[in-house]
């Protein structure tokens, strides 16, 4: 399965379930009867692989994860899942360990895991020197943590947004601004969750702070005429995705990813209120500021200036 791919498919026979998922390398073994009414969804798009599967009934799952790190977590109250011999939690992150196989029991309540997995080179260029030696042993001695709810929450709903994208418009997994966005947002909230475990926190002082902020303001003035992700700007200014997440949470109170995302819909208003409906196209304008899912980009638009992107433009012909 090396192409882009989404699928998504409900079963009610149980055997038939196995039957697909054998092209996935996975192996359902059931352990008891059960009335089956399981959804299969799975996405691959660039790098990056995304699962997301409805069981009920008790089952034993094995086979081989796609190539890349993979993590897992799962959804609802009644969900409940055993993973590598220890029952998990729903506020905790399965770490797989690259090589290790699946192995995993679904107890005959619904259960909902949720599979992440993205080449960990990927991981690693997100981080810098003193956060690779951090995650580097956290994936070593761990194949399950405990993380801030909050955190594995922001991960399943950047997770469902993609999903639900792909399956509203299947192209949209060929569009690079889909791919880049996926891998952004995605790896982001990953580090996230991941350093939430036990607190990790950085000892940046006042002084240091106070100098990141005007290498912040200077990078983000120069280059206000393009979108740049959280990424690039860590990657710019050689600071921690973590570093950057404290210190916009304390100026502003929002992440820096919704810093950025007001930044750019700012820089979408500006040029809508100097075109003329005849002569752009609304996508053309959201595209080039790094929207590519126009429904959620029309209404964080409108929840920020109280217009839809058509009144606006409309506003600008008159």
Not at 92 to 108: E, F, H, N
Not at 238 to 243: D, K, L, N, R
Not at 299 to 316: H, I, N, Q, V, W
Request: hydrophobic share 35%.
């Amino acid at each position: 399965m090396s192409k882009n791919f989404f699928i998504k498919q409900t079963f009610t026979n149980f055997h038939e379930m196995t039957e697909i998922l054998t092209h996935w390398d996975v192996e359902i073994r059931q352990l008891e009867p059960s009335v089956v009414n399981d959804t299969v969804t799975l996405l691959k798009a660039k790098d990056i692989y995304l699962g997301q599967f409805q069981f009920t009934g008790k089952t034993h799952q094995k086979g081989e994860f796609p190539p890349g790190r993979t993590f897992v977590f799962h959804c609802g109250e009644d969900s409940n899942i055993r993973w590598r011999n220890k029952d998990v939690s729903s506020d905790s992150l399965m770490i797989c360990p690259i090589g290790a196989k699946l192995d995993a029991v679904t107890k005959g309540t619904p259960a909902s895991p949720h599979a992440i997995t993205l080449p960990e080179e990927l991981m690693l260029s997100r981080l810098q020197n003193k956060e690779q030696e951090y995650y580097k042993e956290l994936v070593a001695a761990h194949d399950l943590i405990p993380v801030d709810p909050n955190k594995i929450k922001t991960v399943k709903d950047i997770f469902d947004k993609y999903m639900e994208g792909a399956e509203e418009d299947p192209k949209l997994i060929e569009s690079n601004n889909y791919q880049s966005c996926l891998e952004e947002e995605l790896i982001s909230a990953l580090i996230e969750a991941l350093f939430s475990y036990e607190s990790y926190n950085s000892p940046d002082t006042d002084t240091a702070l106070s100098s990141i902020w005007e290498k912040l303001e200077n990078y983000m003035e120069t280059h206000k005429d393009k979108p740049f992700k959280v990424s690039e700007l860590s990657q710019a200014i050689a600071v921690s995705e973590s570093t950057l997440n404290r210190l916009f949470n304390a100026k502003f109170g929002i992440s820096p990813k919704s810093y950025l995302i007001k930044l750019r819909l700012n820089a979408v208003y500006q040029d809508l209120k100097q075109s003329s409906p005849d002569k752009i196209k609304i996508y053309m304008i959201a595209n080039k500021w790094g929207f590519w899912h126009m429904g959620q980009f029309a209404a964080d638009y409108r929840k920020l200036f109280g217009e839809l992107p058509m009144e606006t433009l409309d506003k600008s012909y008159d």
